[in-house]
């Protein structure tokens, strides 16, 4: 009864990376070398979310804690908690040259990004974004040069989910492949 919205959804979730792989791969690949740098360089990475997307950075830095297709050693990653407010955590854990990884995948936008993107900023550190959703114009307004936006153009919350969790396991692989060559 309900397998045509089933196969609906898989088939939504598809189009959709087929129609984002183009316009990110760039990106990525910015967002991989700095990932690659700040780790090569002796800092850290800060990862955390709005909403439930919090979730996604603590499932980002748990593969860089512990691995992700490939054994080696464990990446200076922490997962900001929600309390206190992740703000001052980055104000207090963060350095200059360390990277915050922001995940936002229910629309929080500028306004529930600032705090962060400020904090972060205000540290020297660069800001990895991942959003979704609709007008982002406030929120890229906030970007530095120095940042990299990773969006997912689409308006169902579940579609900017999966392609954030698809945008990690692509990051996650690209470090393991500059860190310790092809596992093929």
């Given at each position: 009864?309900q397998?045509?919205r089933?196969q609906?959804?898989?088939?939504?979730?598809?189009?959709?990376?087929?129609?984002?792989?183009?316009?990110l791969?760039?990106p990525?690949?910015?967002?991989a070398?700095?990932?690659?740098?700040?780790?090569?360089?002796?800092?850290?990475l800060?990862?955390?979310?709005?909403?439930?997307?919090?979730?996604?950075?603590?499932y980002?830095?748990?593969?860089?804690?512990?691995?992700?297709?490939q054994?080696?050693?464990?990446?200076?990653?922490?997962?900001?908690?929600?309390?206190?407010?992740?703000?001052?955590q980055?104000?207090?854990?963060?350095h200059?040259?360390?990277?915050?990884?922001?995940?936002?995948a229910?629309?929080?936008?500028?306004?529930?990004?600032?705090?962060?993107?400020?904090?972060?900023?205000?540290?020297?550190?660069?800001?990895?974004?991942f959003?979704?959703g609709?007008?982002?114009?406030?929120?890229?307004?906030?970007?530095?040069?120095?940042?990299?936006?990773?969006?997912?153009?689409?308006?169902?919350?579940?579609?900017?989910?999966e392609?954030?969790?698809?945008?990690?396991?692509?990051?996650?692989?690209?470090?393991?492949?500059?860190?310790?060559g092809?596992?093929?």
């Amino acid at each position: 009864m309900q397998e045509p919205r089933i196969q609906q959804q898989f088939f939504e979730s598809a189009d959709l990376f087929y129609q984002v792989a183009e316009a990110l791969s760039r990106p990525l690949n910015d967002a991989a070398q700095m990932l690659v740098d700040a780790i090569t360089g002796g800092n850290r990475l800060l990862c955390c979310g709005t909403g439930l997307s919090r979730l996604d950075a603590s499932y980002m830095a748990a593969l860089m804690l512990g691995r992700f297709e490939q054994d080696r050693p464990g990446l200076a990653a922490i997962a900001l908690a929600q309390t206190p407010e992740p703000a001052r955590q980055i104000q207090a854990l963060g350095h200059p040259g360390d990277l915050l990884l922001l995940f936002d995948a229910h629309g929080a936008g500028a306004a529930g990004l600032a705090p962060m993107l400020e904090a972060a900023h205000a540290q020297d550190m660069s800001a990895i974004v991942f959003s979704g959703g609709g007008n982002d114009e406030d929120l890229r307004s906030m970007l530095l040069d120095t940042d990299v936006h990773l969006r997912v153009s689409a308006t169902r919350a579940a579609r900017v989910a999966e392609g954030q969790r698809l945008m990690i396991h692509c990051l996650c692989d690209a470090v393991d492949h500059a860190l310790l060559g092809s596992d093929e």
